[in-house]
């Protein structure tokens, strides 16, 4: 049993260290950094490098933002 409990808490710790508090917040709402529309929660990958790293297209005007809700230029 305390072995399980182990390795749980140690599998636990890896992701956080892999992904990070920001993949784990789940009431963290991002909006679009150019007209300020709520991004939808759960995403849906449109690409490789978003389903990778996070991020949308805003539903509102188009605009492809990262992970953290900031425009990406092409």
Not at 23 to 35: A, G, N, V, Y
Not at 41 to 50: D, G, N
Request: hydrophobic share 40%; glycine share 10%; aromatic share 10%.
């Amino acid at each position: 049993m305390t072995g399980l409990i182990l390795t749980v808490i140690i599998f636990a710790a890896v992701m956080f260290l892999l992904f990070g508090p920001q993949k784990f917040s789940l009431m963290r709402r991002q909006h679009c950094s150019e007209c300020g529309t709520i991004l939808p929660f759960p995403r849906k990958p449109a690409s490789f490098r978003q389903a990778m790293w996070g991020g949308w297209i805003c539903p509102s005007c188009g605009t492809e933002v990262d992970g953290r809700g900031r425009k990406i230029e092409k």
